[in-house]
């Protein structure tokens, strides 16, 4: 029985999912875009200024997805503060 409600909780979250991107489709498709360019933005800057290395991961990519590139410009500067 235990095995059973992970399940049923990742079939929600896709169900949760799918209804958002039919629902929001023209908004999810601007976060996920603005996270694509955040991603290149991190990892282009990762290889210039390496001392400043920010991880590319779910955090780093929300922030990108949902501030776009003000919100990278967030994360270097509370790297540089930290």
């Given at each position: 029985?235990?095995?059973?409600?992970?399940?049923?909780?990742?079939c929600?979250?896709?169900?949760?999912?799918?209804?958002?991107?039919?629902?929001?489709?023209?908004?999810?498709?601007?976060v996920?875009?603005?996270?694509?360019?955040?991603?290149?933005?991190?990892?282009?800057?990762?290889?210039?200024?390496?001392?400043?290395?920010?991880?590319?991961?779910?955090?780093?990519?929300?922030?990108?997805?949902?501030?776009?590139?003000?919100?990278?410009?967030?994360?270097?500067?509370?790297?540089?503060?930290?």
């Amino acid at each position: 029985m235990d095995g059973i409600h992970p399940f049923i909780a990742l079939c929600m979250g896709i169900c949760l999912i799918v209804l958002c991107f039919i629902l929001f489709e023209e908004k999810c498709i601007k976060v996920v875009a603005q996270a694509i360019v955040g991603c290149l933005v991190i990892y282009c800057i990762n290889q210039i200024v390496p001392q400043y290395a920010i991880g590319i991961n779910a955090v780093s990519i929300a922030c990108g997805g949902l501030l776009g590139v003000p919100g990278v410009t967030l994360l270097y500067i509370l790297n540089s503060l930290v």
